[in-house]
């Protein structure tokens, strides 16, 4: 069985099948219909680079490196000037696949360290096609050069510069090449009778936001929105490959995000997280539910809908799983199996950890929350106009100032309350 992860930067509320107001992801509606729901699904951060980590190595951040103690619930992050990245102490999920005869891809944002020991191909991937960060810029190329495209090991060019990113207009066909480059794989795999794993990761919602010219002015949503629906166009041609080359039924694929909608660029190229409060960057709903579904046809029954409480750790898991292959028994993996979950409808008991830095704010167990920690940002960036909780005051919760509950955790009761407004 092949596998597909795609791995976005959306909210909850940005899907239609959640309840999206202008419907604009009809194809992501559409795999949730032939496939399985997940209601419960968290990252592992409430930032991009740890949940990824977290992601391929099937632990949380504060085991795999991925995290600050240099700042009491910073998140850790690495951006172009941090020099560090995934140790290669880490077994990642392309190099266990390996072992399976598979061959991996990554197309997309890396974001797991830019100097040469931390290239993909150095950690399990047989090909690449990206970046190993955002798309920030333009930079003045003196003091902080634009940041790199990689082909594999040769870098091919800069964003901005041989990869345009047009800020006016919010032009970028950077999707469509992202898109070509995964039906291009996934052919070239089936034509070699080849087991694969796809890690499509591309960052057209990550402000500054982008969209190809088809796309632009498209959507009810403005920018964002355009860029959530040619996002979603894609993951409606990358299904139809695989059905249209026989595979469908061979490979698994999940959807899912790295960490809620960032708020901080709401309204004009924010995403939703629904009813959840506040957004990216906190360990409130809304900074780490994410929308999940998987599709597998002929395995999983259309129109399941899951309230296993799942985490992207365990797509690690998983996909060891469907390869045939044990997890790694020197080490702790916070990842489960879901197969048993999505074939069976089974649910497993586990807990859900939210953590900031090195810290543990809070911890799901069934319906309940407790929070061991509130903050939403500090007084200092909120003074900036930096705010992750934009409109969502929930006095007492949403705190500016790092609040301790550790004697007397702030429980909520996320079925009644899923929006954390009424403390038990």
């Known amino acids: 069985t092949s596998s597909g992860v795609f791995l976005l930067q959306m909210g909850w509320g940005d899907l239609g099948v959640f309840g999206e107001p202008s419907k604009e992801t009809p194809h992501l509606d559409q795999m949730a219909a032939e ?9 592992a951060n409430p930032l991009c680079s740890p949940s990824r980590a977290a992601l391929l190595t099937g632990r949380l951040p504060v085991r795999n490196g991925f995290y600050t103690t240099n700042g009491h619930a910073r998140n850790a992050y690495t951006p172009q ?32 360290g830019h100097r040469p020991q931390f290239h993909p191909l150095k950690h399990g991937f047989d090909e690449w096609f990206g970046s190993p960060n955002c798309h920030f810029g333009p930079y003045d190329n003196r003091e ?84 959530v629906r040619e996002i979603d166009d894609s993951v409606g041609k990358i299904l139809h490959r695989l059905q249209q080359l026989g595979i469908s039924e061979n490979t698994f694929v999940f959807f899912t995000s790295d960490n809620g909608a960032a708020l901080i660029s709401a309204p004009r190229q924010g995403g939703s997280n629904g009813p959840f409060l506040c957004g990216k960057q906190t360990t409130f709903e809304g900074g780490m539910r994410e929308p999940a579904i998987a599709w597998w046809p002929g395995h999983i029954p259309a129109g399941g809908v899951s309230h296993q409480l799942g985490s992207v750790m365990d797509l690690f898991s ?36 939210y953590y900031r830095g090195n810290e543990l704010m809070a911890v799901r167990a069934g319906l309940y929350k407790a929070h061991f920690w509130t903050w939403s ?27 301790e509950h550790t004697r007397l955790p702030l429980l909520f009761h996320l079925g009644r309350d899923p929006g954390e407004k009424y403390p038990l």
């Open 377 to 403: 940002n500090s007084w200092e960036e909120r003074s900036k106009g930096i705010d992750f909780c934009p409109g969502q005051n929930v006095s007492g919760v949403t705190t500016h100032t790092q609040e």
């Open 35 to 43: 496939g399985m729901l997940f209601l419960d699904f968290y990252t």
């Open 144 to 227: 902080r050069p634009n940041i790199p495209v990689y082909r594999d090991w040769e870098m091919v060019g800069r964003y901005y510069e041989d990869f345009k990113i047009d800020l006016k207009t919010g032009e970028a066909n950077l999707t469509q090449l992202y898109l070509q480059e995964a039906l291009d794989f996934i052919s070239k795999q089936q034509a070699s009778q080849q087991p694969f794993f796809l890690y499509w990761a591309i960052d057209a919602t990550h402000a500054p936001v982008y969209a190809s010219k088809q796309f632009l002015g498209t959507s009810q949503r403005g920018l964002y929105g355009d860029a």
């Open 81 to 112: 000037d941090i020099v560090g990245g995934i140790p290669d102490s880490e077994l990642l999920l392309p190099e266990l696949l390996k072992k399976a005869g598979y061959t991996n891809k990554i197309i997309g944002k890396w974001h797991l």
């Open 318 to 353: 998983t996909s060891l799983s469907l390869a045939g292959l044990q997890p790694p028994s020197d080490r702790q993996i916070d990842g489960i199996d879901l197969l048993p979950v999505i074939l069976q409808g089974q649910l497993v008991d586990r807990p859900i950890f």
